[in-house]
């Protein structure tokens, strides 16, 4: 629009860079933080620069932390010989949340996908090798998404484990607990029989 | 969880004080902001930092701008004797897009709600009538919000700028264009009826 102050039109803009954030959003936010108290954009600029300066990728597992090697790396109590593979950080909080998992991650920074050039090179997975390699892993979880790519991911690296004399095993696919039958898509309705257990 | 990092914490509860950010959301762009390059999250940073600094409400209108007056004010080709009220700067941005109004602004920075202890005294309703006064307007459109505090806002208004000897007219209200008739809530149709105009 032709009479919108510049500094305006460049915080809407740098808004709309953010993921899920719309145009209509943007100005939302905008505005919100133009007339928010300035202790609050104050916080919001510093939390973005602290988080920038001190979180890292854990050397060990790749998981997002402020110390390296990470929290979860570094608690001894956790089950040393499992490790849970997962495509992105937010899988591990995702896992964490649950609370159902007490062994080791691994966060491969994505998923194989040969249409978009993102070939085994581009992720952590020759790390994983290594750590597999050491010898003290006896079962590796693989929670890659239940998409095509997280699917191909699994396939290649189950192959390749397999070989290194681990156990590999995947989460297992079917309906998400307190949804209807009738609502599920096919492909999941055949995985969830297929993976039916004795009751 | 017991896991996150402190920066990372930190960063998704400033995010989540944003409107429409949710946890999810609020996650999910921390995630993103730590991920993407440097240089964007500097932009982002520095883009909040310029707008708290640079826009200011304009000292006529109370637009939010980066001059004083805005740019709107400072415009010499727009109708000078007509005012429109509106409630809040994000309202003049939704006329300049729309397009059809060339003439000056009042953003009143709210509207009256006295179950939330808001009153004259909080908006800006004596500058408008200081304008009003100075004898060079001819007509005050009220264009607040269609809803309780929009229209009680805007009668309190008309009663006063009334006696100012100005012509006061309220934006109309009927049904938005591209929707359904039988979809549109009982008092939008009353009022619609009520607006009707010979073809």
């Not at 998981?63 to 010989?81: G, N, V, W, Y």
């Not at 609502?183 to 004795?198: F, K």
Request: proline content about 6%.
């Amino acid at each position: 629009m032709p009479y919108s102050s510049p500094s305006l039109t460049k915080l809407i803009e740098a808004l709309r860079k953010l993921p899920g954030i719309g145009p209509k959003s943007a100005e939302r936010i905008a505005f919100y933080i133009l007339k928010s108290p300035p202790q609050e954009s104050e916080a919001l600029v510093s939390a973005i620069m602290e988080a920038r300066w001190n979180v890292k990728a854990c050397s060990i597992c790749f998981f997002l932390a402020d110390t390296d090697p990470c929290p979860i790396c570094q608690d001894k109590a956790r089950d040393q010989e499992t490790i849970c593979v997962v495509e992105d950080s937010r899988d591990v909080i995702a896992m964490e949340r649950a609370g159902a998992y007490k062994g080791l991650y691994h966060v491969l920074g994505g998923a194989l996908s040969p249409l978009d050039g993102i070939g085994p090179g581009d992720l952590r997975i020759s790390e994983l090798f290594e750590r597999v390699r050491q010898g003290k892993i006896k079962e590796v979880i693989l929670a890659t998404n239940p998409t095509m790519t997280g699917d191909i991911t699994a396939a290649h690296l189950a192959q390749q484990l397999k070989v290194m004399g681990v156990k590999v095993t995947r989460i297992a696919h079917g309906l998400p607990v307190g949804t209807e039958l009738e609502l599920a898509d096919e492909v999941t309705l055949n995985l969830a029989l297929q993976g039916r257990r004795e009751m």
